[in-house]
């Protein structure tokens, strides 16, 4: 059974930085295509980044230039790097990704269980 674990997260104070690990549960053969998103209580769930098979990133204005999104192929792990964070970033945050259990598997989606983030001071 393949799963998304998440892992990084914690309490920092505003200003400072986290960096967030998504990384499957089992060897699998590929991590492509993935994205991270975010849900604060009482709010609907988030994205913040995304990340295509080619490598390409983008982000929504409200995390632009303070968060990067990044993929490790000899790890299959993804990244979110987060600076300069502030109250507002509090949250649980996910990772999905596409991924392949094997070479000659289709690529399937998979959501990891979330990791804390509190920004306080």
């Known amino acids: 059974q393949v799963q998304l674990v998440e892992s990084g997260g914690g309490l920092v104070q505003p200003g400072g930085s986290l960096r967030l690990s998504c990384a499957a549960s089992?060897?699998?053969?590929?991590?492509?295509?993935g994205a991270w998103y975010r849900q604060a209580p009482g709010k609907q769930r988030e994205w913040v980044a995304g990340?295509?098979?080619?490598?390409?990133?983008n982000y929504p204005d409200s995390v632009k230039g303070r968060f990067s999104i990044s993929r490790d192929n000899t790890k299959n792990t993804m990244y979110l790097q987060m600076n300069s964070l502030k109250p507002e970033d509090t949250a649980v945050y996910y990772c999905?990704?596409?991924?392949?259990?094997?070479?000659?598997?289709?690529?399937?989606?998979?959501w990891g269980q979330g990791t804390q983030v509190t920004v306080s001071s």
């Open positions: 999905n990704a596409a991924l392949k259990r094997y070479r000659w598997s289709d690529s399937r989606d998979y």
């Open positions: 089992v060897t699998i053969f590929s991590i492509n295509a």
């Open positions: 990340i295509t098979n080619n490598g390409s990133t």
